[in-house]
């Protein structure tokens, strides 16, 4: 009876140990998070390809929420283009997330629809492919959508996995 209970005891020691312990310096460890945005288009170079069909550049700012994160109340900008034909089409361009602490960019792509009404919507990935700061070395991957709530403004969510180096990371 003594040893059952003193492997037992050692056993559950060793698992209650194990989880406990910090990542060991240098492990990546990948976590979900996500937030979401409020933007203003800034600028707009519409640029007619033919019937129907439009290639737009434009720029546009805002503020991410994510409670918890740490990315919450960043700066965004996006540069973008979208080519539109009969008010569909693929979107591509390059979202940056600054703090005080530094930065974090991300290329994305995805598809703009337009409903009867006139409602623009677009969903699609994203890829983080630079950062500064307390954000040097994060990678991350992810989806995002988003809806106009003007011709102007808009709002939407983004989420995905999110490596950051050296870090012990919870799931938030």
Do not use: C, H
């Given at each position: 009876?003594?040893?059952?209970?003193?492997?037992?005891?050692?056993?559950?020691?060793?698992?209650?140990?194990?989880?406990?312990?910090?990542?060991?310096p240098g492990t990546a460890i990948a976590?979900?998070?996500?937030?979401?945005?409020?933007?203003?288009?800034?600028?707009?170079?519409?640029?007619?390809?033919?019937?129907?069909?439009?290639?737009?550049?434009?720029?546009?700012?805002?503020?991410?929420?994510?409670?918890?994160?740490?990315?919450?109340?960043?700066?965004?900008?996006?540069?973008?283009?979208?080519?539109?034909?009969?008010?569909?089409?693929?979107?591509?361009?390059?979202?940056?997330?600054?703090?005080?602490?530094?930065?974090?960019?991300?290329?994305?792509?995805?598809t703009v629809s337009t409903d009867a009404?006139?409602?623009?919507?677009?969903?699609?990935?994203?890829?983080?492919?630079?950062?500064?700061?307390?954000?040097?070395?994060?990678?991350?991957?992810?989806?995002?959508?988003?809806?106009?709530?003007?011709?102007?403004?808009?709002?939407?969510?983004?989420?995905?996995?999110?490596?950051?180096?050296?870090?012990?990371?919870?799931?938030?």
């Amino acid at each position: 009876m003594f040893r059952k209970s003193t492997i037992l005891s050692a056993t559950l020691g060793a698992i209650f140990a194990a989880t406990l312990s910090p990542a060991l310096p240098g492990t990546a460890i990948a976590m979900p998070m996500g937030g979401s945005f409020s933007g203003r288009v800034d600028t707009q170079e519409p640029q007619v390809l033919g019937p129907n069909e439009v290639r737009v550049q434009q720029t546009a700012s805002g503020i991410n929420s994510g409670p918890g994160t740490p990315l919450d109340g960043a700066r965004v900008q996006w540069v973008e283009t979208v080519t539109l034909k009969n008010g569909q089409g693929p979107v591509e361009g390059t979202i940056t997330f600054t703090t005080p602490g530094g930065s974090t960019s991300s290329l994305y792509r995805g598809t703009v629809s337009t409903d009867a009404q006139g409602r623009i919507t677009a969903t699609g990935t994203y890829r983080d492919s630079a950062a500064t700061g307390e954000f040097a070395g994060v990678k991350g991957k992810g989806t995002f959508s988003l809806a106009y709530t003007s011709k102007t403004d808009f709002s939407g969510q983004w989420q995905g996995d999110v490596t950051f180096p050296g870090r012990k990371s919870s799931r938030r």
